[in-house]
């Protein structure tokens, strides 16, 4: 396209004098800057800002050590070269340059635009390439994903079970309300009856209402009624044990509750089993 920044002509050039087996390498610098009219003894003060940031490519020559080239449009200062019988001369006059020293040539600066363009734009010699934000994007969607699947997993678990419980599912309810204890870290013990929970969630946690007691009852008649007794819907005082529940919760509580569902632990982190006293 015969655009680009100062290091895009500059690996352009190293890589292809590598491909003629010449030893090539890229330098980062400054131009040499602005004169500022300024003097320090006989030196000239010169003003060299962010925008005079260069790259530039270097050969290595036998004999003659690192020389700069300048392949960048209208940057830097371009590659003086002599003739034979100057460099004779050259030679006679100084010590032949030892590897490794580099010429005294103009550096080269950052990023910049072929003033060519075709769409006519002249971006200024500071100008920043653009940052391209998809990375960074795509790493925060897949953090954003990881975070959301948990509440996901819990939230298709809860509705299951709502439709079980619309349909007169005791142990589907009653499942769903431990559970909820669980992800609100409130206790659950397996050495609990039902009833004995609905005492501690009416007085510890502020739990009212018939809602609460037509889930015991429902319970209590699948685990030891005769088989055939009609629980009804127990969706709906579900719900509304659920909300209660998490009303009185902190605000910490009911963020964990949602994104960090610990049911979904193996054995649901906060059920505290029961012991045997020979276990104990």
Not at 66 to 74: D, H, Q
Not at 97 to 125: K, L
Request: one cysteine or more; a neutral charge; hydrophobic letters at 40%.
């Amino acid at each position: 396209m015969r655009a680009g920044y100062c290091v895009h002509f500059a690996a352009a050039f190293a890589l292809m004098a590598r491909s003629l087996d010449m030893p090539s390498r890229i330098v980062v610098g400054f131009l040499p800057g602005t004169p500022t009219g300024e003097r320090r003894g006989d030196e000239i003060l010169y003003s060299v800002k962010s925008d005079d940031l260069h790259a530039w490519p270097e050969v290595y020559f036998e004999r003659w050590g690192w020389i700069a080239f300048e392949p960048t449009a209208s940057r830097g200062t371009p590659t003086q070269f002599i003739t034979t019988a100057e460099r004779e001369e050259a030679d006679s006059a100084s010590p032949t340059p030892t590897p490794g020293a580099t010429p005294g040539a103009e550096i080269t600066a950052g990023p910049e635009i072929d003033r060519n363009d075709d769409a006519g734009a002249i971006p200024q010699a500071g100008d920043l390439p653009p940052f391209d934000a998809r990375p960074l994007l795509g790493t925060i969607g897949v953090i954003l994903i990881a975070l959301l699947v948990p509440a996901a997993v819990r939230l298709t678990r809860r509705a299951r079970r709502m439709m079980r419980a619309g349909r007169g599912d005791a142990a589907a309810a009653w499942a769903e309300l431990e559970d909820t204890l669980v992800d609100l870290r409130i206790p659950v013990t397996e050495a609990e009856s039902p009833r004995g929970r609905g005492i501690r969630l009416r007085r510890r946690h502020r739990v009212k209402g018939e809602e609460l007691q037509r889930l015991i009852e429902a319970i209590e008649r699948e685990s030891y009624a005769a088989p055939g007794s009609d629980a009804g819907d127990l969706a709906v005082p579900l719900r509304r044990v659920l909300r209660q529940l998490v009303h009185e919760a902190e605000p910490s509580e009911r963020a964990a509750a949602l994104l960090l569902p610990r049911s979904l632990l193996p054995m649901g982190s906060g059920r505290i089993p029961v012991v045997s006293p020979a276990q104990a």
